[in-house]
């Protein structure tokens, strides 16, 4: 009787999926490769062509689809129905390292008519070879959970001892630590260094006043390039909330305190101290209310003095009919539950709105200011655009250079390192055009928003009323930094409050007239230009 061999794999193609464990083995080491060859040359000894390879970098075990590679491959797989494959794995870890989604990965291989293979195993659906092959996936999971432990271990150890074990965070850069003689240390890069500590030392002390000053600052200086100021907000929150930059080293994941760091630190702990205090102040995070109404425009503006919290606003039944009050709904507040009439509420803020009024000597001053302030600023946009114009001359030149020695070289290879550096040129020169094209918007001159401010501190009471409710609320923020405290007995409570007038008031005095330009702080300046900017963004 004749034996009949069957070939499993006749008419398939070979996928190959290769992974490591970071990074830094993709991009330092030789793993990738290495395991691409040696999986590509078993394709051949099976007959069956290589069509493609997939690498992964993903760490860790758990859900395989939350590797990129994977799903890539998976998705590869759907779109060619027409074709049968032969999947080859290195190692049984780089199958998966989870045992549950060792066998879920298996049957989504399986329902798709792929057959897996690795180099060091054979799979066998016996239930010997399947009992075999979840020891092994077991295994696999448990030198990953212990690798794990490990490393956690290791890295809580450094944290207690007051040094980073995580990725750097941009200023610092991981450098061999000198001062300690062993391993690495946080270790500030200049002069991006400079700029944050400029950044955050600002908005500690009001000199950017918002978040999106400081913002625009950064990617002005060149800290941050690829996206508008407004998408670094976030990010810039993120820096001022974390202590590593006055220092100091936490992790409360861990059940890390707070300690000295070994790395230098970038500001004071007293003004990360300011930040997370100005970070509380609700003017700083203020949203205006969807739900806002004619019938309290002042729900969501005002607090309550004993607690500080949001005061709320609702109609209360009488006898005969319903009565407008405002009150204090924090369970332990001493005045929750306790009313105040509407009126009263209204009538106070018209008088607070009242005594909003600039001096007619300080508009004129800071009117005057601004104005010089504003020449230096055209002046040097100008300087920019000439410098700029200069470096973009230079790269066209250099690109011509290049593509005349491109022409005239016999070698393929120099002929290629040619055209790579031509090629970062011109995108570099495409970011010139780029640039150029984003004219400045000068639709509304500052002098013209400037204006606007000014008259509007000038009267504001009288804009309050010919504005609509939403835009009141617009204009109460343009006013007061903050929500105003309001007490039962005393009403409202701005002794101590930042307000717009005070702001400008004390503005004029650091710079009066026969100041010269340069002793006008820049920062402050350009934090003034974007906010008075702004006062035709929200109210106009």
């Not at 070289?409 to 120099?414: E, G, I, K, L, R």
């Not at 000068?442 to 409710?469: C, E, F, H, M, S």
């Amino acid at each position: 009787m004749k034996t009949i061999n069957i070939n499993l794999y006749e008419g398939r193609v070979g996928l190959v999926y290769v992974r490591v464990s970071s990074k830094k083995q993709e991009s330092e080491g030789t793993g990738l490769q290495t395991q691409e060859g040696r999986c590509i040359k078993e394709l051949e000894s099976m007959g069956v062509p290589y069509i493609k390879t997939f690498p992964d970098s993903f760490t860790g075990g758990g859900d395989f689809m939350r590797r990129p590679a994977m799903r890539e491959l998976l998705q590869y797989i759907d779109k060619n129905p027409h074709k049968k494959f032969v999947i080859i794995f290195d190692d049984l870890k780089r199958f998966a390292r989870d045992t549950v989604f060792h066998f879920e990965l298996k049957t989504a291989l399986r329902v798709r008519d792929a057959i897996p293979k690795c180099l060091n195993y054979n799979f066998d659906d016996s239930p010997e070879g399947v009992f075999t092959e979840t020891i092994f996936a077991a295994q696999g999971q448990l030198e990953r959970e212990q690798n794990r432990r490990q490393v956690i271990q290791k890295q809580k150890a450094l944290l207690e001892l007051g040094r980073w074990p995580f990725a750097s965070r941009k200023p610092y850069k991981m450098e061999k630590d000198t001062i300690h003689g062993h391993g690495k240390i946080l270790t500030l890069q200049y002069p991006q260094a400079s700029w944050l500590k400029e950044a955050m030392e600002g908005f500690a002390t009001a000199t950017f006043a918002r978040k999106i000053d400081a913002c625009k600052f950064l990617v002005e200086k060149g800290f941050w390039t690829k996206q508008s100021p407004e998408r670094y907000i976030d990010r810039f929150t993120e820096l001022l909330e974390d202590v590593l930059f006055a220092g100091y080293i936490e992790y409360p994941k861990w059940e890390v305190e707070r300690r000295e760091g070994c790395h230098e630190a970038l500001i004071s702990l007293e003004t990360f101290n300011l930040i997370q205090r100005r970070m509380k102040t609700e003017g700083l995070s203020k949203r205006i209310r969807k739900n806002i109404s004619d019938e309290f425009p002042q729900r969501g503006l005002i607090l309550c003095a004993y607690c500080n919290k949001a005061m709320t606003a609702a109609w209360s039944a009488g006898r005969r009919k319903k009565y407008p009050y405002y009150f204090c709904q924090n369970k332990f507040c001493e005045l929750k539950q306790k009313s105040i009439p509407r009126k009263d509420i209204e009538v106070g803020f018209d008088k607070l709105l009242r005594k909003q009024v600039l001096k007619e000597e300080v508009g004129m001053v800071v009117e005057r200011v601004f104005e010089l302030s504003w020449k230096d600023e055209l002046s040097k946009i100008e300087t920019t655009k000439i410098v700029k114009q200069g470096e973009k001359k230079e790269l066209e030149s250099e690109i011509s250079r290049l593509i005349k020695l491109t022409g005239s070289v016999a070698s393929d290879t120099v002929r290629n390192v040619y055209e790579q550096e031509i090629e970062k040129l011109a995108n570099k020169l495409k970011k010139f055009d780029g640039d150029s094209n984003k004219s400045l918007d000068l639709t509304i001159p500052y002098r013209t928003a400037l204006d606007k401010a000014v008259g509007l501190l000038k009267n504001p009471y009288d804009a309050w009323q010919k504005l609509p409710l939403r835009e009141q609320h617009g204009l109460f923020y343009f006013i007061f930094e903050t929500k105003i405290p309001y007490d039962i007995n005393e009403g409202y409570r701005i002794a101590e409050l930042p307000t717009a007038v005070r702001l400008f008031e004390d503005f004029a005095v650091a710079n009066p007239l026969d100041v010269e330009m340069a002793g006008i702080e820049p920062a402050c300046t350009r934090c003034f230009f974007m906010s008075l900017r702004d006062v035709d963004d929200f109210l106009f």
